[in-house]
């Protein structure tokens, strides 16, 4: 079990590495250093858990939502490979999510009679330690970390120690981290734990400020708000919308750093990202409803890695059977996580809470992120994120039928026998 959890981690940890490269560096150079431990790793992975998946357990829990979900978009991802431009490309893209989808689904049989709580503590530890890894790198390597400057209050932007960390990735990873161990720290589980949460919720909070990422920012206020009013903090969830409101509006400083030196209107065009998307609309005309080819698609066509858009890349690669199943998919979750988040709230269970919490978080900085970069379309951090949302779900909802199933008709056949007039009475 503990190397299911230890591949989990470095899949996660390598899909931080996110420098893109040109369509010509990609065909002169296919397989860098890097991708060869992509590669190495993925091939390992695949291997560990080849022979769990096997089981009629495994096989059973991947064909039920929302992993079946999954299932079906990675499938939809290989088909394209007929059509795509560069075959190659798609089908190691294609391979990297069929790989997590088996490693979540070997992790969720493991986990589904003990609960998601320990999985989402391990992942909660992991991502916090890694944004203190890379604040702690950024004091000892500034010139790495401190890769583009801009007016405000610190002047600055973190990208991360590491040369090829995207300062967004960096501020949407450190968002997840924070809002997953505010929810721990709310959990009332004694005061040494409670201190060392909320020192890797300072710490993953300052990463967020630092990354300079607005969308990452937003994402974290909305999430923090949510989860306060599920803990039924209702006030001190309103104060923290309205402060972060008034200090974005009416503080000059805070403004200046919100802006980043930029014009109103070029914040309203989300720093020039929504230049591709009519691009887009007018690249997806000859093919509509299946698209160009899995990822592929818009290396050829715009030279970039994403669109900065989430459901445009989907668009573009899959058309629009690939964007209905990825809606489908992403209903089944947020359907499942309302569901978990109301028997939370009415119960307020500590322990349900904290993972209702989690879960609700992920998905918000998942959902707001997506408007602005490629999301979890592809095998990347956001995808490790979003397939820990899902295999908690899997968890969730097939161990407690698994419960139901089991103890509710034996306790029955009890009453039966010890109660024979109980139902005439």
Not at 326 to 341: A, Q, W
């Amino acid at each position: 079990m503990k190397l299911f959890i230890v591949f989990w981690i470095i899949l996660f940890a390598i899909s931080m590495h996110t420098a893109p490269r040109t369509l010509t560096r990609l065909e002169s150079n296919p397989i860098d250093a890097f991708r060869l431990v992509r590669i190495i790793s993925m091939a390992i992975a695949a291997i560990l858990v080849m022979y769990p998946l096997l089981s009629l357990r495994c096989i059973e829990l991947a064909f039920r939502p929302p992993l079946s979900y999954v299932l079906l978009y990675v499938s939809m991802a290989f088909i394209s490979i007929i059509y795509s431009p560069l075959k190659a490309l798609t089908l190691w893209k294609s391979t990297e999510i069929l790989v997590d989808i088996g490693l979540a689904t070997v992790v969720s049989v493991n986990y589904i009679y003990k609960g998601p709580e320990k999985f989402l503590k391990i992942n909660t530890i992991f991502l916090c330690f890694l944004v203190l890894i890379l604040e702690t790198e950024s004091i000892i390597s500034p010139e790495h970390a401190w890769r583009w400057r801009n007016e405000g209050i610190l002047r600055m932007q973190l990208g991360g120690a590491l040369p090829s960390m995207n300062p967004t990735v960096f501020g949407y990873i450190s968002a997840v981290a924070s809002v997953m161990s505010f929810a721990s720290l709310l959990r009332n589980d004694g005061e040494r734990k409670r201190g060392f949460y909320a020192i890797l919720f300072i710490a993953s909070m300052v990463g967020t400020i630092l990354s300079h990422c607005r969308t990452a920012m937003i994402a974290f206020v909305v999430a923090v708000t949510l989860i306060l009013f599920l803990k039924r903090k209702y006030l001190i969830s309103l104060v923290v919308l309205f402060v972060a409101l008034v200090t974005i509006l009416f503080i000059p400083q805070t403004q200046a750093y919100w802006l980043k030196t930029q014009e109103v209107q070029q914040v309203t065009q989300l720093t020039g990202r929504t230049f591709l998307w009519p691009l887009v609309w007018n690249a997806i005309k000859e093919s509509p409803v299946y698209g160009y080819g899995f990822y592929s698609a818009q290396k050829v066509i715009f030279d970039s890695d994403t669109t900065d858009n989430f459901y445009l890349d989907i668009f573009l690669g899959l058309g629009l059977l690939g964007v209905f199943i990825m809606s489908v998919l992403i209903l089944s979750v947020l359907k499942n996580i309302f569901y978990i988040s109301l028997k939370a709230w009415k119960s307020q269970d500590e322990s349900q809470i904290e993972t209702a919490s989690k879960l609700l978080g992920m998905i918000v900085i998942m959902s707001v992120i997506g408007l602005t970069t490629r999301g979890f379309s592809i095998h990347s951090e956001a995808f490790m994120v979003f397939m820990t949302i899902v295999t908690s779900i899997q968890i969730i909802r097939n161990g407690e039928t698994e419960d139901i199933e089991e103890e509710v008709p034996i306790a029955e056949e009890t009453n039966l026998i010890t109660q024979p007039n109980m139902v005439e009475k």
